[in-house]
């Protein structure tokens, strides 16, 4: 046993210290060939911001108005089927029972 880890010492001192290896001098990488920056474009910055507080008062604007309108249509309909069919209903059990 200690035999075998004299020759590993061994082994170890007789091979030369060499310096890691380095890679090879390269260029210095350079960045991809980006198109040059061109400044904020404003008007369409303000156009966009425009169209969404636009967009933002005119669709509640809408939607209440759509609302009402359709859930009173609504209910006038749903209300007239009810009450046609709360008076064939009553109709029938009168007719049943007479």
């Known amino acids: ?3 075998q880890s004299r020759i590993k010492n061994l082994g170890a001192s007789l091979t030369p210290n060499l310096p ?3 890679p090879p001098n390269l260029p210095p990488k350079l960045p ?3 198109p040059p920056k061109l400044p904020p474009n404003l008007p369409q910055i303000f156009l966009q ?3 969404r507080i636009f967009l933002r008062i005119f669709l509640r604007i809408f ?3 759509f609302l009402r309108i359709f859930l009173r249509i609504f209910l006038r309909i ?3 089927i009810f009450l046609l069919l709360r008076v064939i209903f009553l109709r029938t059990i009168l007719s049943l029972l007479a």
Do not use: E
Request: proline share 11%; no cysteine.
């Open 32 to 34: 991809p060939n980006l």
């Open 20 to 22: 890691p290896k380095l």
């Open 78 to 80: 749903f209300l007239r």
């Open 1 to 3: 046993m200690r035999m």
């Open 63 to 65: 939607l209440r108005i």
């Open 49 to 51: 911001s425009f169209l």
